[in-house]
């Protein structure tokens, strides 16, 4: 098979034949989209996950760091804010702070004005090593598109906002 062949079958098939064969009349065609979604994910997961093994972090890390990065200077948010840029309680920012703290690359500041907001800072430590790790982090997904011609990528950026939505909508979440 050639580079930019994609295979007429894959593991998905395989699957949805089984369910057909085991259960005629299952309607497992969402398994179509979102079983492929989700093996794609996976293999996204192993390949970041690469590149922030190098660096010394995981996702969860590299989550943080990246909001404070892209907040602009003075690179600084709440945990509230943190969370609803990642979509995490705030219970589980404050844990990821935590780590990010004790390897010296966020520290925590009281604002002066409300003692009561505490903000997440990058420290330098922390604004080398992410600005570091966004372009190995950027050229490795850059990798991944390689064989998905730029108007295929803009067509699936749209599937998978309708994707998001349908799923907030109907899920709740």
Known sequence: MGRDRVPDRD????????????WPGLDVTPLEVLGRLHRTYLRYQSAIGRVFDEYGINMASFDVLAALRRA????????????????????GI?????RLEKAGLVRRERDAEDRRIVYAELTPAGKKLIDEIAVAHFENETRMLAELPKN???????????LEHSLVRHQGG
């Open 11 to 22: 593991a998905v098939d395989d699957i949805v034949d089984q369910w057909a064969r085991e």
């Open 72 to 91: 602009g200077k003075p690179y600084r948010m709440t945990s509230g804010q943190l969370a609803e840029s990642s979509l995490v309680t705030t219970g």
């Open 94 to 98: 404050t844990l990821r702070i935590d």
């Open 152 to 162: 295929d990528q803009a067509e699936l950026v749209q599937l998978l906002r309708k």
